[in-house]
């Protein structure tokens, strides 16, 4: 009797251990998906911000302010990657978001580049005007560059693009020069013929006063 009670005893004990042993358990696993869902939202919460902030910069209208607001993104996706409790998500939305605004004024001022590039044979034959209006755009164009120069271009990127926008301007200026000094040379036979024929007439007046005199 007392043996069976013994039994029933013991098997109580490790029932109740049992139970205390699966119920920390499952309270620690319920604690530990509580803390993983609230760092799940924390990131959600901080990847709606990011595409929330990123939509109002695309839909600036002024370059000069779009391109501040990228620069600012820029700077909080540094600071962003040093903090201890960073994400891989969000780093990964900050790097597509600044990819795609750089991209923006990449794509702009390389059509701002073909649309003001000529070939040898248009610039042969291209009129003054508007050769000047294509330099005009170069230069235009490479005062752009130097205000994104240390947030849209590497270094690398920024001295391929520069040369090639100079070389494009240099040829330009030359050709430019050369028609000024065509013009020039095409000028004087015209005024030397208009000096003849204004001594011409000043002789046959004086031939004309000196036959009425005589």
Same mark, same amino acid.
């Given at each position: @009797?007392?043996?069976?009670?013994? *039994?029933?005893?013991?098997?109580?004990?490790?029932?109740?251990?049992?139970?205390?042993?699966?119920?920390?358990?499952?309270?620690?696993?319920?604690?530990?998906?509580?803390? =993983?869902?609230? %760092?799940?939202?924390? *990131?959600?919460?901080?990847?709606?911000? =990011? %595409?929330?902030?990123? /939509?109002?910069? *695309?839909?600036?209208?002024?370059?000069?302010?779009?391109?501040?607001?990228?620069?600012?993104?820029?700077?909080?996706? &540094?600071?962003?990657?040093? %903090?201890?409790?960073?994400?891989?998500?969000?780093? !990964?939305?900050?790097?597509?978001? $600044?990819?795609? &605004?750089?991209?923006?004024?990449? +794509?702009?001022?390389?059509?701002?580049?073909? /649309?003001?590039?000529?070939?040898?044979?248009?610039?042969?034959? $291209? /009129?003054? /005007?508007?050769?000047?209006?294509?330099? !005009?755009?170069?230069?235009?164009?490479? +005062?752009?560059?130097?205000?994104?120069? +240390? $947030? *849209?271009?590497?270094?690398?990127?920024?001295?391929?693009?520069? #040369? &090639? =926008?100079?070389?494009?301007?240099?040829?330009?200026?030359?050709?430019?020069?050369? @028609?000024?000094?065509?013009?020039?040379? !095409?000028?004087?036979?015209?005024?030397?013929?208009? #000096?003849?024929?204004?001594?011409?007439?000043?002789?046959?007046?004086?031939?004309?006063?000196?036959?009425? $005199?005589?």
């Amino acid at each position: @009797m007392k043996r069976r009670k013994l *039994v029933l005893i013991s098997l109580a004990v490790v029932v109740v251990i049992a139970a205390l042993i699966f119920g920390v358990a499952r309270h620690n696993k319920t604690q530990a998906e509580q803390a =993983i869902q609230a %760092r799940n939202a924390k *990131v959600d919460q901080t990847l709606t911000a =990011i %595409r929330a902030q990123h /939509k109002k910069n *695309v839909a600036l209208k002024d370059d000069a302010k779009r391109l501040q607001a990228l620069a600012n993104l820029e700077t909080r996706s &540094e600071a962003y990657s040093l %903090r201890a409790d960073r994400k891989q998500p969000v780093i !990964a939305l900050y790097k597509e978001l $600044i990819n795609k &605004e750089k991209a923006y004024f990449t +794509d702009k001022n390389q059509k701002s580049l073909k /649309k003001n590039k000529l070939t040898d044979d248009q610039l042969k034959d $291209i /009129k003054k /005007k508007d050769l000047q209006a294509k330099l !005009a755009g170069l230069n235009a164009l490479t +005062d752009v560059l130097n205000t994104q120069r +240390d $947030i *849209v271009y590497t270094d690398k990127n920024f001295k391929t693009l520069s #040369t &090639e =926008i100079q070389h494009l301007s240099e040829r330009y200026a030359e050709r430019l020069r050369q @028609m000024t000094q065509d013009e020039g040379q !095409a000028s004087q036979p015209a005024e030397s013929s208009n #000096t003849a024929s204004e001594s011409q007439s000043q002789q046959d007046q004086t031939d004309q006063s000196a036959s009425a $005199i005589c």
